[in-house]
């Protein structure tokens, strides 16, 4: 997404303006210093938030660095990069002067790893030769030992004077509101670099007029603490507390507007909203039966705005395959989609025809059965699921014979009509007069699920209209 020097909220079809004053104010509320974790989902828009609200602060004069953790963990030291970082924001003295600070930190950081090289040498030598190296490098540990003891104070001292330093260049800006160091895709990184990257900012950076603004998927990151310690018994979240002083929820965006930006950025009108489209009465109302479809799928499942988007831009290359003047039924393409997508086995066993009708039936319930009761409290004419689920089973149906021969039962002497399937939650009068409808067309009644999953796993080629 474009986002303008002068105004970088303003392409922004989440309404993030205002999680970006929010935030804003919670930093300059802290000028002696912190760290907030900018916590959401992985996919949730982070990223592009921070974009935003970086030119944003920029925009009132704030300083301000951004550092993507994940694309850097190539490099072994952490402290490198946010140094590396960090000198952009100062005059160029003060640069040397950092730079020539850190230099005396450094070496704390360098460890030499004697537990790891005993480990080689228990599988890689024999007995005799192997008691002579650790009695060596026993007296190595002594050695060590005690440098480390005699270099204590000096290292303490360095780092003392590292803080020192960074803290007098801060003030020297003489800036009504703090530094922001923005941390991005921590939790992407390698479990050694993302607890590195944390210990080093508790550690070293923590000095009044610098917050750091960690962006991360809280979850993902409590399992690289685990990952890096070797246990599941580690109680991660309590670990994390010791680096983070706030959390800052990025609340989940309004799909609505969200989903209405990919429908044009995406382009879905040129196969919708064609001319030969709108002058054939059975396409009238496949536009906002899309966008219905959409906003139910992608609401109930909780998507992420990266997996909507992955979503969309699947769903437009199945629609290439089609000819313009094709039925497409889109709610049940978008459906099958999300099926292949994010429940590839259920996909699988449809395409397949390993799964029977009640079978079917029951998982298109346990994956939207918490949009189904909403909806049928909610609303007072049938849901849009409804239409997608009997156009679901129908078609399925109608690659065996005898269940399709069996979706509704006639009652004698007229006492009406029953499905023969477990329906769960939707009102069996709205299936009924769907499956009749369904059947009774005779265009539609021709139609077999293989026209629409022979395109979804792309085995047609794009179709010229």
Request: net charge negative; aromatic share 12%.
């Amino acid at each position: 997404m474009e986002i303008p020097t002068d105004d970088p909220f303003l392409n922004c079809r989440l309404g993030r303006k205002k999680d970006a004053e929010i935030l804003t104010n919670i930093v300059n509320n802290y000028r002696d210093g912190c760290t907030i974790a900018l916590t959401g989902r992985w996919g949730s828009g982070k990223t592009t938030f921070l974009k935003m609200w970086e030119q944003y602060i920029r925009n009132n004069g704030q300083k301000v660095l951004y550092l993507n953790a994940w694309e850097n963990d190539y490099i072994p030291e952490p402290l490198v990069c946010i140094i590396g970082e960090m000198e952009s924001v100062f005059p160029a003295e003060q640069q040397k002067t950092i730079v020539k600070a850190a230099k005396g930190i450094f070496h704390i950081l360098k460890k030499i790893p004697y537990t790891l090289a005993l480990d080689f040498v228990d599988h890689k030598v024999g007995s005799e030769t192997k008691d002579l190296i650790k009695e060596t490098v026993s007296e190595k540990q002594d050695k060590v030992f005690e440098n480390e003891l005699s270099e204590y104070k000096v290292k303490k001292d360095g780092l003392t004077r590292f803080k020192s330093v960074l803290e007098n260049a801060v003030s020297s800006m003489k800036a009504e509101n703090p530094v922001v160091f923005i941390v991005d895709e921590l939790d992407r990184c390698r479990p050694d670099y993302a607890v590195e990257v944390l210990e080093i900012i508790k550690h070293f950076f923590s000095v009044p007029g610098i917050v750091f603004i960690l962006s991360i998927d809280k979850d993902q990151l409590a399992n690289s603490v685990r990952g890096y310690y070797g246990s599941d018994r580690i109680d991660a979240e309590e670990y994390l507390r010791r680096f983070i002083d706030i959390e800052y929820s990025l609340p989940d965006p309004e799909i609505k507007p969200f989903i209405g930006y990919l429908y044009d950025y995406f382009e879905f009108s040129t196969f919708f909203d064609s001319a030969r489209r709108s002058e054939e009465l059975n396409f009238n109302a496949d536009h906002s039966i899309f966008l219905e479809a959409a906003e139910d799928i992608c609401s109930s499942r909780h998507l992420t705005c990266r997996q909507t988007e992955k979503l969309f831009a699947y769903t437009r290359l199945v629609l290439s395959s089609f000819n313009i003047n094709q039925l497409v039924f889109p709610g049940l393409l978008l459906c099958l989609i999300y099926f292949k997508m994010f429940h590839p086995e259920l996909y699988l066993r449809i395409t397949r025809n390993e799964i029977s009708i009640n079978g079917l039936s029951d998982e298109f319930d346990k994956i939207f059965h918490a949009e189904i009761t909403k909806e049928n409290s909610s609303r007072s004419r049938p849901d849009i699921l409804i239409y997608i689920f009997c156009q679901l089973i129908y078609f399925y149906a109608q690659l065996n014979s005898k269940d399709n021969a069996q979706l509704i039962a006639y009652l004698p002497d007229n006492n009406g009509k029953i499905l023969t399937f477990d329906q769960h939650d939707f009102n069996s009068e709205h299936c009924i007069t769907i499956l009749e409808k369904l059947d009774s067309n005779m265009n539609t009644s021709r139609i077999r699920l293989t026209a629409l999953t022979s395109r979804i796993d792309l085995l047609y080629g794009k179709i010229v209209s």
